[in-house]
Nanobody
Framework: QVQLVESGGGLVQAGGSLRLSCAAS????????MGWFRQAPGKEREIVAG????????VYADSVKGRFTISRDDAKNTVYLQMTSLKPEDTAVYYC?????????????????????WGQGTQVTVSS
């Protein structure tokens, strides 16, 4: 089992920045590929960014490429999502997720059903 707790959400003006954090507890954090997803009202949950177990591979949704950066710090059991140049359409609840993988895995995952554990979400609201 792993528990995930997101933080760092809030209200920001368009063009601003936020950094989301997801702290993990439980089993070895470095055994997990991680992802950030978001869900806006009335819409399906969608991938924002994913990162492999080692951090060596990342993937981003086209809508956030060049603006968001996913990273991980295994010493702190934390994955981050740095968000810049925020737009009103980035408004959503942001979730982090973890998927247990093998030691040599360098795979990232982009679909919700791949992940084993989810956080409770943190609200990001971008005003125009």
């Amino acid at each position: 089992q792993v528990q995930l707790v997101e933080s760092g959400g809030g209200l920001v003006q368009a063009g601003g920045s936020l950094r989301l954090s997801c702290a993990a507890s439980g089993r070895t954090f470095s055994s997990y590929a991680m992802g950030w997803f978001r869900q806006a009202p009335g819409k399906e949950r969608e991938i924002v960014a994913g990162i492999s177990r080692s951090g060596g591979r990342t993937v981003y949704a086209d809508s956030v490429k060049g603006r968001f950066t996913i990273s991980r710090d295994d010493a702190k059991n934390t994955v981050y999502l740095q968000m810049t140049s925020l737009k009103p359409e980035d408004t959503a609840v942001y979730y982090c997720a973890a998927k247990g993988v093998g030691y040599y895995s360098e795979t990232y995952y982009t679909y919700t059903t791949a992940y084993d554990y989810w956080g409770q979400g943190t609200q990001v609201t971008v005003s125009s």
